[in-house]
């Protein structure tokens, strides 16, 4: 008797095993994994473009409400509505609950409130302290000075986002977006991003300096010099070489083929690198110089002023980007993304994109950055 | 005597059997919990459509009419610059309608330039080492025949390439036939696994990828650098991936350049799919663990990471070691008079926490999918495990016995494809198996990540 109970109890136990997969079994079967989206292709403004796409589409097969007047139409979206005007200019502290869309210009004061996304196809400045969902501009966009955005920005025309004011997602346009000191935004992206103070100073580089580091250097056997030491170089192969530790160099190089670098690297002012460069920890590229591959770092980068970039940086840790760096090349945009916080100094402009996995922060005046206090203003 | 010696060996297999299996299991609940535990994964997603290299696109095809105007229409669909791109189907001996249907693409789309090949040794990797020599491309992108990739799969591909460490990238391979059998279901769990939990758990963690074979990269020089494909290989990917590491090159992961498959139906096809997979992988250890113990590029770590990727379907045949020996001694009643109880619960606490490691990786990678109706499949999954355990143990027994007296290896085995035989016209025909892929693909993963950005 014993023995039937203890088979029937590991029986069901057994069977309640494998029942439940049983069950799940039954509802996959012949069905196709279509969780994909096999035509979806990044972008960078994707949000700003999806939003107007699903508004047509709303605006084209949404039943009008009765309240609509000849002023004001409204759409009743389930549980939503959508408002749309004109043209409009809401006084400070004007709180909105309902999707508006906005068919002309479009202003309003402080401590303005939006708890929906707001569309305006014509030019749009948003009050000082002012909090919205999302934006989506089709003229010019001002963000006023402490505005809190929760996700994106998008703009056809000029955007600035202005002294204070955080972009808690994308900011993106498809002309320019000036941002101001302190502004914070997760990414920027626009045919020219730039930060207060541009075109005080113009790109300047010297006349080459008299000694020159180059790599890879041509006589692995040469003694060390200018803290670089040959005995460390190991090709790679095509056209690619490993440096195995840091490389802090005290003349400017001029950088021919693809490097890795299995430490730290710097460079001082005015050095030229043609190819890309890796390393495992950070880089510090010297005042003035031209950067004409990516880079790529595990830890810090940072341009010192009036560097120029023509390709990608790619840091593991924080980026700056001092006073006077310039980012551009033809054909393509370039890009700069960090995964700790960017920082963007005055008189940087980047034509194409920079973001972080923290923040992007516009600051005036060099802060302690480099003492260590880095992202913490920011984040705080 | 004979006896006691018997069960001196059993002891030895079974303490053997469980420090060996503890270290895989160590390693996958690491793997697992790291994965978890990094909130922002290693990619380089951001520089996607910044960095555009000259790009060759290489499609091996033998006898696929079936599949071969979908993946040349999804390349064609790409949005990938097409004065920077060259997509090269090589059509290795088909003897069906291959030729024809790669002909007429080329004929509409002059980038595609198809290599017809005729004579020559069989197999994928010959096939790649001689479209390579035609490939004018800085990146050399690989497609299998029956996958079809996204529009912007091939920017993913390429971005990793602007670390110029990064001698190849890899892709994840996602199942689209996932209820077509319990064991697509069940394989559509380990694929998920493998490329959403381990691939980019040990990216993250620095170590290198894992090279597929297809939707992967592979920057031309480096490939050139290590000399080439090995034609001799059963698994040239596995090959390449050792190869390059040994140079210095870094084998990136990226995990949303998603691309479907058809994963095998029945068992035999998966047995002989996994039995080519074990023979190369297990003929890469032998060739390459001295040299990558001694490798000057890794860190000791990464030689750790290597040795265990390489010796991985060794621990099928030490399980069945183990399980052999525990019932000696079970069976042996000499055995019982002698303290054999801590090595019994070693092995029973391995049986009970150990193995469940991997079951632990499907379940995070369900988990980050979002596809947690299938993580219920797990239980289900102990019929692949039996299933892989047994496929694996005859694949090494006939590697090490041609090995051992030198006779010939297994083929090139090519993966039986079902896609069309339903008599649809596949994915963009918009009425075979597939084509319910592209209908419902306004919905899903990518829409919600996204607006979770």
């Known amino acids: 008797?014993?023995?039937?109970?203890?088979?029937?109890?590991?029986?069901?136990?057994?069977?309640?095993?494998?029942?439940?997969?049983?069950?799940?079994?039954?509802?996959?079967?012949?069905?196709?994994?279509?969780?994909?989206?096999?035509?979806?292709?990044?972008?960078?403004?994707?949000?700003?473009?999806?939003?107007?796409?699903?508004?047509?589409?709303?605006?084209?097969?949404?039943?009008?409400?009765?309240?609509?007047?000849?002023?004001?139409?409204?759409?009743?979206?389930?549980?939503?509505?959508?408002?749309?005007?004109?043209?409009?200019?809401?006084?400070?502290?004007?709180?909105?609950?309902?999707?508006?869309?906005?068919?002309?210009?479009?202003?309003?004061?402080?401590?303005?409130?939006?708890?929906?996304?707001?569309?305006?196809?014509?030019?749009?400045?948003?009050?000082?302290?002012?909090?919205?969902?999302?934006?989506?501009?089709?003229?010019?966009?001002?963000?006023?000075?402490?505005?809190?955005?929760?996700?994106?920005?998008?703009?056809?025309?000029?955007?600035?986002?202005?002294?204070?004011?955080?972009?808690?997602?994308?900011?993106?346009?498809?002309?320019?977006?000036?941002?101001?000191?302190?502004?914070?935004?997760?990414?920027?992206f626009a045919p020219e991003v730039y930060t207060e103070g541009r075109h005080e100073v113009e790109l300047q580089i010297e006349v080459a300096p008299s000694v020159i580091v180059q790599l890879p250097h041509p006589d692995r056997t040469a003694v060390a010099a200018n803290g670089y030491d040959p005995a460390k170089l190991f090709s790679m192969g095509g056209n690619t070489y490993l440096y195995d530790g840091d490389l802090h160099l005290t003349a400017p190089v001029h950088l021919r083929a693809a490097f890795v670098v299995r430490g730290d690297f710097s460079c001082p002012k005015e050095s030229l690198l043609e190819a890309d460069l890796k390393a495992h920890g950070a880089v510090t590229i010297g005042a003035a110089s031209v950067v004409k591959g990516n880079i790529v770092a595990g830890g810090d980068i940072a341009l010192k002023p009036n560097t120029y970039f023509q390709g990608l940086l790619h840091a593991g840790g924080a980026m700056r980007l001092s006073r006077g760096v310039r980012g551009l090349r033809d054909k393509l945009p370039v890009a700069a993304y960090a995964a700790g916080v960017v920082t963007m100094e005055s008189n940087v402009v980047v034509n194409g994109k920079v973001a972080s996995a923290q923040w992007v922060v516009a600051v005036s005046t060099p802060v302690a950055w480099l003492e260590g206090a880095r992202g913490a203003a920011v984040r705080g | 005597m004979a006896v006691t010696l018997l069960i001196g060996i059993s002891y030895v297999v079974i303490a053997f059997t469980v420090a060996f299996l503890l270290l895989y299991a160590v390693r996958h609940y690491l793997l697992g919990y790291s994965r978890l535990r990094i909130d922002q994964p290693k990619d380089s997603m951001e520089l996607v459509g910044f960095y555009m290299p000259r790009v060759t696109v290489l499609i091996p095809m033998h006898?696929?009419?079936?599949?071969?105007?979908?993946?040349?229409?999804?390349?064609?669909?790409?949005?990938?610059?097409?004065?920077?791109?060259?997509?090269?189907?090589?059509?290795?001996?088909?003897?069906?309608?291959?030729?024809?249907?790669?002909?007429?693409?080329?004929?509409?789309?002059?980038?595609?330039?198809?290599?017809?090949?005729?004579?020559?040794?069989?197999?994928?990797?010959?096939?790649?080492?001689?479209?390579?020599?035609?490939?004018?491309?800085?990146?050399?992108?690989?497609?299998?025949?029956d996958y079809v990739p996204g529009r912007a799969v091939i920017k993913m591909l390429v971005a990793p390439f602007a670390d110029p460490e990064i001698g190849a990238s890899m892709g994840r391979v996602v199942p689209h036939n996932i209820g077509d059998s319990l064991l697509s279901g069940l394989l559509s769990l380990e694929r998920s696994a493998g490329y959403q939990g381990v691939q980019q758990s040990r990216f993250n963690l620095g170590f290198t990828a894992q090279f597929g074979g297809t939707v992967g990269a592979v920057r031309a020089a480096a490939l050139e650098s290590v000399g080439g494909w090995n034609p001799e290989s059963l698994t040239e990917d596995t090959d390449l991936t050792f190869a390059l590491l040994l140079s210095g090159w870094k084998t990136a992961y990226v995990n949303r350049a998603e691309c479907y498959e058809e994963v095998p139906q029945s068992w035999s096809v998966r047995r002989r799919q996994l039995s080519r997979w074990v023979t190369g992988h297990t003929e890469c250890l032998h060739n390459y663990w001295p040299d990558l113990m001694q490798s000057r590029f890794l860190t000791r770590w990464e030689k750790v990471d290597a040795l265990f990727l390489l010796a991985m379907y060794w621990t099928a045949p030490v399980l069945v070691l183990g399980w052999v020996a525990s019932l000696l001694l079970f069976f042996i009643p000499e055995a019982h008079q002698t303290p054999w109880l801590p090595l019994a619960l070693a092995f029973l606490g391995y049986q009970l926490f150990a193995n469940q490691a991997t079951f632990l990786e499907i379940g995070v990678a369900s988990m980050l999918d979002g596809t947690r109706i299938r993580s219920l499949l797990l239980p289900l999954n102990l019929l692949n495990f039996f299933a892989n355990t047994g496929a694996i143990c005859n694949a090494l027994r006939k590697f090490y016995w041609n090995k051992l007296w030198g006779s010939g290896g297994d083929g090139w085995y090519k993966t039986h494809r079902t896609r069309g035989t339903s008599g649809g016209d596949g994915f963009f025909g918009g009425s075979g198996a597939g084509a319910s892929v592209t209908a419902r693909s306004a919905r899903g993963l990518y829409h919600a990540r996204a607006e979770g950005d």
């Open chain 1, 1 to 188: 008797m014993a023995f039937f109970l203890f088979s029937l109890f590991f029986c069901a136990l057994f069977y309640l095993h494998f029942s439940v997969a049983h069950r799940a079994w039954r509802q996959i079967r012949g069905r196709e994994s279509a969780e994909l989206d096999m035509g979806y292709v990044r972008m960078e403004d994707y949000f700003g473009q999806s939003f107007r796409t699903k508004l047509a589409g709303w605006m084209k097969t949404l039943p009008r409400a009765t309240n609509s007047t000849a002023g004001l139409r409204v759409f009743d979206k389930g549980n939503e509505r959508i408002f749309v005007a004109g043209g409009a200019q809401y006084p400070a502290g004007r709180k909105e609950r309902e999707i508006l869309v906005i068919e002309g210009d479009f202003s309003c004061g402080r401590d303005c409130e939006f708890e929906k996304e707001l569309m305006v196809k014509g030019d749009c400045a948003i009050g000082q302290d002012t909090q919205l969902q999302a934006l989506a501009v089709d003229g010019t966009l001002h963000v006023g000075e402490g505005a809190r955005v929760r996700r994106w920005v998008d703009s056809v025309k000029q955007l600035t986002v202005g002294a204070d004011a955080v972009v808690a997602s994308r900011a993106t346009s498809r002309t320019a977006i000036e941002f101001l000191p302190g502004a914070q935004a997760l990414s920027l």
């Open chain 2, 63 to 145: 006898n696929e009419e079936r599949v071969a105007a979908d993946v040349l229409q999804a390349i064609v669909d790409s949005d990938y610059d097409w004065e920077k791109l060259e997509v090269i189907p090589v059509n290795d001996r088909s003897t069906d309608k291959t030729r024809e249907i790669v002909d007429g693409y080329a004929k509409r789309y002059p980038f595609i330039q198809p290599y017809h090949r005729t004579d020559g040794q069989g197999g994928k990797p010959a096939a790649l080492v001689e479209a390579c020599a035609r490939a004018t491309g800085d990146i050399l992108v690989m497609f299998d025949a």
